[in-house]
């Protein structure tokens, strides 16, 4: 089934403790993104990769890193997590390159709380 | 970079009527505008698309309009059933290959009263 797994769903953490979201794809999509959702705010692009080591910063990157080392999986990384992270994240990858659209297939989200 | 403005932020109708959502982007590259709708508690969904060279789309109850020179396209949903409440966001893409690509909308919180 294609499909964009990231994990984990829902995470509890306090200031300053790094962690990573992970977000994996199996439907060989070069493009693969981060957003993160806010009320009123609507998705805002965190980073987004347009494919392996090849990565750019979106509306919203300070905070965040990532990384692209293989075509499947594009984590996103919090070195020193802040409260004003707490947010809904979603990552999503669409086909890229040379395609008439770019339909995003969205994971199913991950609920980051930071004390 | 491309900005895309969405109206209203929300918007509540009664079951069997129209209800209508509007977006403008300023980017007249853009050429790809999707719509997606985000029912509670799930992940935005793909529910109609239109690309730069079609001024209308329709899906059964849903349709899409596009109106390039003014560069504002409108989501349009009739006969509306309390299934569709959700949140509904538009974004507007760049041509394949730019370094940007889906730029979203703040959404647009359908609530569709029995």
């Known amino acids: 089934e294609a499909q964009v797994t990231q994990n984990p769903r829902y995470l509890i953490t306090v200031t300053g403790k790094k962690l990573t979201v992970t977000c994996s794809q199996n439907m060989n999509h070069e493009y693969m993104s981060w957003y993160r959702q806010d009320p009123g705010l609507g998705l805002r692009q965190i980073y987004y990769s347009m494919n392996v080591e090849v990565t750019d910063k979106g509306d919203v990157p300070e905070g965040y890193k990532v990384s692209r080392k293989e075509k499947r999986n594009f984590p996103l990384i919090l070195e020193s997590p802040s409260p004003n992270q707490t947010s809904l994240y979603f990552c999503?990858?669409?086909?890229?390159?040379?395609?008439?659209?770019?339909?995003?297939?969205f994971g199913a989200g991950t609920r980051l709380s930071v004390l | 970079g491309e900005n895309v403005e969405q109206h209203p932020s929300t918007l509540s109708v009664q079951e069997g009527d129209s209800a209508v959502i509007k977006c403008t982007y300023s980017d007249s590259a853009s050429n790809y505008f999707p719509w997606y709708k985000q029912e509670l508690g799930k992940r935005p969904q793909l529910i109609i698309d239109?690309?730069?060279?079609?001024g209308e789309k329709k899906d059964q109850r849903i349709a899409v309009t596009l109106n390039k020179t003014a560069k504002h396209f409108s989501l349009h949903i009739t006969e509306t059933q309390p299934e569709d409440s959700a949140v509904y966001f538009c974004a507007a893409s760049l041509p394949s290959g730019s370094a940007r690509q889906l730029t979203f909308g703040s959404g647009t919180q359908l609530t569709v009263l029995p």
């Open positions: 239109i690309r730069s060279n079609v």
């Open positions: 999503a990858s669409s086909l890229g390159g040379l395609v008439a659209k770019n339909i995003q297939y």
